[in-house]
């Protein structure tokens, strides 16, 4: 493997990284210490640099859909909302401070209406960024911490949320309750047979999801990190479809109606089978320690690959879409398109729209790496 380009301007180990989709090789990384720093790859050094937590680690960070001058940032339990101007200034536009607790991610939906800030508590707090007010709290879905949360593109009341209680919940954030939970945990007590298999608890550290310009040539899935080593993707339309066919056949109870195709029960689908979905494991040369990342690609055929990266400090590319595009099965394909050995456990990951230097990774050093990826 070549030597990765090596990207200095931080003072303190990395913690997450974002690429603009409309500026390609335009990147933004984030810190324990509270700076942003921005850098285009057609440069040498850094452009810019924010100092947006004085001190305290951000701990997500993303784009505004439609507005790349406008980024939110999470530090502690606030969001801050930044006009960048073309990374030649910072000005600070609105501050939200919602959660009671330390926010784990933050993300914004696909037509820039809402914000969701997922914490320590469990909650997440869905804000309505245009009117700069709190719109719905979802709570009662996770029993620990909330790790991360993503929207669902083709879905424009509904966003997903992951667990360190290994539960990946479906919500419908206008009701403010959830139409689907999978119990990771419970799936992976019935599986013991699984060899290879590290034996950390099946925690979901990361939820990712294609662009909403991709799912309409692919399957509609989600990529799930967790800390047995596993990356799930799950095939979030038919697990919805399937709960719709549920609801709509309940017998009535007294006077209360049958719901109707496409609403929800009051009580969420409880998930605990492998299904049709695709667990990359160990024994398919995935990781051997917790993945802590995961992100689809952006470069060549979007969303065809998914990347994963863990502590194991391991990259690993997969080309799902052989399994959902083709049938085909885990046991006459290999699903794993490549792997990078790394030095350091990897803290977050994306991906550039460029055909080379497009895998941006931060890992536990203040020096954030770029590597190609073919």
């Known amino acids: 493997m070549e030597e990765p380009r090596k990207l200095k301007g931080h003072k303190a180990s990395t913690t997450c990284c974002i690429a603009s989709q409309n500026s390609p090789g335009l990147i ?10 921005w850098f285009d790859m057609r440069c040498k050094d850094k452009i810019f640099t924010m100092d947006v937590g004085n001190g305290n680690p951000v701990s997500s960070i993303c784009f505004k859909p439609g507005n790349e001058d406008v980024v939110y940032v999470s530090l502690g339990s606030d969001v801050k909302c930044f006009d960048v101007n ?27 209406s809402f914000l969701a800030a997922a914490d320590d508590n469990g909650d997440v707090k869905i804000i309505d960024i245009r009117q700069n007010r709190m719109y719905k709290t979802l709570r009662d879905g996770h029993t620990s911490i909330c790790s991360s949360v993503q929207f669902i593109p083709w879905r424009p009341w509904e966003v997903i949320t992951g667990g360190l209680d290994s539960k990946f919940v479906l919500w419908d954030f206008s009701k403010g309750r959830p ?20 034996l950390n608890p099946a925690f979901v550290h990361a939820l990712a999801l294609p662009e909403v310009d991709v799912v309409d040539n692919f399957v509609k899935i989600c990529a799930v990190a967790r800390g047995d080593g596993v990356v799930s993707v799950i095939n979030v339309e038919s697990e919805l479809n399937a709960v719709k066919s549920k609801s709509s056949a309940k017998p009535k109870k007294g006077s209360k109606s049958t719901p109707k195709v496409g609403s929800s029960s009051a009580d969420p689908e409880i998930e605990n ?14 990781h051997t320690a917790a993945v802590s990342c995961v992100t689809f690609s952006t470069f060549g055929d979007k969303g065809k690959f998914i990347i994963s990266g863990g502590n194991d400090r391991q990259v690993k590319v997969w080309d799902w879409s052989k399994f959902f595009m083709s049938g ?6 290999d699903f794993l398109r490549s792997s990078l050995s790394l030095s350091r456990k990897v803290n977050w990951l994306c991906t550039t729209p460029t055909d080379s230097e497009n895998l941006i990774v931060c890992d536990t050093s203040k020096i954030v790496k770029v590597y190609n990826i073919g």
Not at 328 to 333: H, I, L, P
């Open 28 to 37: 933004a990384t984030a810190d324990e210490d509270g700076c942003v720093c």
């Open 86 to 112: 073309m990374v030649t200034a910072s000005k600070l536009l609105h501050s939200y401070n919602y959660n009671k607790d330390e926010i784990n991610q933050i993300a914004c939906s696909s037509k820039s």
């Open 179 to 198: 139409r689907k939970i999978w119990d990771f945990g419970t799936l992976d007590a019935g599986n013991k047979g699984n060899t290879g298999q590290c």
């Open 273 to 286: 089978q492998n299904g049709g979905d695709l667990h990359l494991d160990h024994s398919l040369g995935g």
């Open 328 to 333: 085909e099965t885990s046991s006459g394909t």
